[in-house]
């Protein structure tokens, strides 16, 4: 495709439900982030995938968001045991990768979560 | 000394005026300072990057201005027009943090015509 895409565009679940949040990146991109973007916290990182490479996790707010990335291309992020604080946009990005490559990012629309 | 202050956190500017966003950093292993536009619904595009061997660069109407001893950087939009309403942020980021962007809290530009 001609961007990064994700789905669904829009989410509202109930708390403590499970969702999951899809993005493809841009074809041949082998770096991939998510990122969280909330009117109190503004853009965080959350979670960055180079090749087969160990993800950086280091953005993750706790242990009911986890993320994977299946054959170096489509990434999930799930978050488990959704609460109110969890109502954000969640923005997949991604980019070429490797020294060259590194800040040059191009991100998705976004997944609007809604947890009631 | 991971954050990145940006201000104002908004601006109204008339057409046809200079928009002057500013942002300062701490830490000094950021080696890259892009600066992303953001319309309502929508993710943010990269609108221009710098790296700290400059001192300013200019794309068409959109300049940063960029400070590495006060460790500072801006962006000026020249002859700001109504299109360029939207939320600005900046970011900054380091191949030792995987070059994961640390981005600023933004700012929204309106822009009267």
């Known amino acids: 495709g001609a961007g990064v895409s994700q789905s669904p565009s829009n989410k509202v679940t109930e708390k403590g439900k499970d969702v999951e949040l899809r993005c493809d990146p841009i074809s041949g991109h082998t770096a991939l982030y998510w990122y969280r973007q909330s009117l109190g916290q503004g853009l965080e990182f959350l979670i960055y995938f180079q090749g087969n490479s160990a993800p950086d996790k280091s953005g993750l707010p706790s242990d009911r968001f986890s993320a994977e990335r299946t054959g170096g291309s489509v990434s999930t992020l799930t978050i488990q045991r959704t609460q109110q604080e969890d109502s954000a946009v969640y923005l997949c990005?991604?980019?070429?990768?490797?020294?060259?490559?590194?800040?040059?990012?191009?991100f998705g629309p976004g997944t609007r979560l809604t947890v009631l | 000394q991971q954050q990145v202050k940006q201000s104002p956190q908004s601006l109204i500017v008339q057409k046809g005026g200079i928009s002057i966003i500013n942002c300062a950093y701490e830490?000094?292993?950021?080696?890259?300072f892009p600066w992303y536009q953001q319309f309502p619904g929508k993710g943010p595009a990269l609108l221009i990057a710098i790296r700290p061997d400059v001192s300013e660069k200019k794309e068409g109407r959109f300049t940063i201005s960029f400070n590495k001893s006060a460790k500072q950087f801006s962006l000026h939009i020249m002859d700001s027009q109504p299109g360029d309403s939207a939320t600005y942020f900046c970011?900054?980021?380091?191949?030792?943090?995987?070059?994961?962007?640390?981005f600023g809290q933004g700012t929204t530009l309106q822009v009267k015509p």
């Open positions: 990005a991604s980019s070429q990768g490797g020294l060259a490559g590194v800040g040059e990012q191009f």
């Open positions: 830490n000094t292993a950021f080696d890259y």
């Open positions: 970011a900054a980021s380091s191949p030792s943090n995987t070059g994961k962007l640390i």
